[in-house]
């Protein structure tokens, strides 16, 4: 997947939707990393579930109360002689110690996948930026302040002018008049 020539699985933009909105549309398309990172995206998350799934299932007072219960039975049994006893709650120690470290290597392994996570999420943000598809707080702050000064240069009349505020208001929740 990582090795193959990037340029054959380059997509051809194709999409007609006005002058600015197309040129916009296709150069998102054309980004070399946009189909690249949503896979990466979707199979790193997969991942993440997996590994939080197996970790959900053990619980360190059951590990601990089933290993208290074998090494109290392998200190009795070799107190009594009972050598194949003592190799039998051995085995069972053995098999709980490497549930034990499964969890542990899954703990270690969910750490890396977020990491991972994090390099994709800020690549994704770095695309986005790129290619547009999102302005930074400042930009969103000049917009809006440039609406306020039309709607106050173009509604003369203050009634109207309330009207229009309120109703620009309502597209964001319980934020004071």
Do not use: C
């Not at 979707?42 to 053990?58: M, P, T, V, Y």
């Not at 059951?62 to 208290?68: E, P």
């Not at 039975?73 to 098999?95: C, H, N, P, S, W």
């Amino acid at each position: 997947m990582h090795g193959d020539n990037k340029e054959a699985h380059k997509p051809e933009p194709k999409l007609i939707l006005g002058p600015n909105l197309s040129e916009k549309v296709n150069r998102i398309l054309a980004h070399p990393q946009l189909f690249e990172l949503a896979n990466e995206i979707a199979l790193n998350e997969s991942r993440l579930e997996q590994l939080g799934a197996a970790i959900d299932k053990f619980s360190y007072v059951n590990w601990g109360q089933a290993m208290d219960k074998q090494i109290e039975a392998a200190y009795q049994a070799a107190k009594f002689g009972k050598r194949d006893v003592v190799l039998m709650t051995l085995e069972e120690i053995q098999e709980l110690r490497k549930t034990e470290l499964a969890h542990l290597y899954a703990w270690a392994e969910m750490r890396e996948v977020m990491k991972l996570h994090a390099l994709l999420v800020k690549e994704r943000h770095n695309m986005m930026m790129e290619t547009e598809q999102t302005i930074a707080v400042t930009q969103l702050v000049e917009i809006i302040a440039a609406v306020q000064r039309v709607i106050f240069k173009v509604v003369r009349n203050p009634e109207d002018r309330k009207y229009v505020m309120q109703e620009l208001r309502g597209y964001y929740a319980d934020q004071p008049e």
